[in-house]
């Protein structure tokens, strides 16, 4: 009996151990397949399973003290999210030309899949305006809301390069918002003293060559605040812009320039008339809030209602709404990228469940969801409060 209870108690210890070392393992190894090293990203086939990419980063003032970080997620073909660590960056982007994918840091900038490298950067930025690649210089670059300098203007940094090196520059100006175009940057300036806005074409040689378009004359400019990149098609410049009244009023405008007499011309793309809309309708990413395709340009909100506007006939429509909750439950972290006739929505409308859906623009119809695992632990792996900055599709 004796005997028999020993030869018991033995095997459940052996079971234990085996147990708690299956966990144990199994934890270390979920945790390593999750959270990637740098050698890893940097591996020639990387990208050719991912999907997507998000880009997420602690608050403003963590950055501001050093504290702070962003993480690169990336999500495969088959729905698994990874990430990895970086130096923060507010309002962090990505872009993919294809062939490589660049990423934004507070020290460096990254260049994956062809030729993957980091390279150091000679001064630190952390606040993103705008990322993008133009396609007949064949660079990438990145506006930053530096602040300003010394002498008490304003400075707007500059990276711009590819895998032969990257250059660093200043803007002497405050940069409201901007849109990649094939060859150059438009930026709208600001006065932020007087309040006007005017148009400046920036180009990216071995200097920066930046060249004054026009002014542009919009209503209320003191109380008007971009909320999309500048879009462009044959003939004109597109711009979305808030004039926010008071917390129960904001109407949402859509600026039309033209690209060769520099002409105005303002409509109302939406008005918000209650408090509760006002409050929540600031689009998920600016830079990711307006898309054109076949004379249509499009717009969504924070309320996932997505606006369309024919270029040809001058009709203001809202299309349709994203598959939000109505609730009282408010998803947290929601991110939006156009491709085509497509809108891509990553969503976590049920509490820590993710998923990435595609909608058609033209029928506004959902035709694709695909669940998203990993990435609840991902976002609540840091005692830091992480925001989603940018979401933008890879592989489709």
Known sequence: MKKQLI???????????????????????QKKSIFIKQQTMEEPKFLTDKRAILYASSPT????????????IFIDKKGSA???????????????????????????????????????MKRDEIRNTLSGYLSSEEIFFSLYNTGFSENADYDTGVRYGSSSGFKTAS????????????????VLTQDLVKGNFDLKSVALKNKVNIKQLASVPLPHAEELDPISSILEDKENYYIVLSYFEDDAKEDILLATINKRTFTLDVKNLAEYR??????????????????????????????????SYNTSNDVIQKKFRLNRPTGTFHPKFEQVDFRGQSLFYLNNRKKDVYFLEKYDLVTGEMVEEQKVVNLDKILKSDVKDLTLYNLELLNL
């Not at 210890?13 to 190894?29: D, E, P």
């Not at 002497?172 to 940057?185: D, E, S, W």
């Not at 990413?285 to 309320?303: A, M, P, V």
């Open 274 to 307: 209650s408090e509760e809309i006002v409050s929540n309708s600031l689009p998920f990413n600016f830079d990711n809030s307006t898309h054109l395709h076949n004379q249509e340009l499009y717009y969504i909100n924070g309320l996932g209602e997505v606006y």
């Open 82 to 120: 990874s990430a990895m660590e970086m130096a923060g960056m507010e309002f962090g982007a990505s872009k993919y030309n294809g062939e490589q994918l660049y990423l934004d840091a507070r020290k460096s900038v990254y260049l994956l899949g062809k030729n993957a490298q980091q390279l150091p």
């Open 61 to 72: 003032e963590q950055l501001e003290k050093g504290t702070g970080k962003s993480m690169a």
């Open 7 to 29: 030869i018991a108690i033995t095997s459940l210890m052996v079971i234990g151990i085996g147990l708690y070392t299956f966990i144990h393992v199994s934890a270390t190894y």
């Open 171 to 186: 803007l002497p100006f405050y940069v409201a918002t901007a849109g990649t175009m094939k060859n150059q940057i438009i």
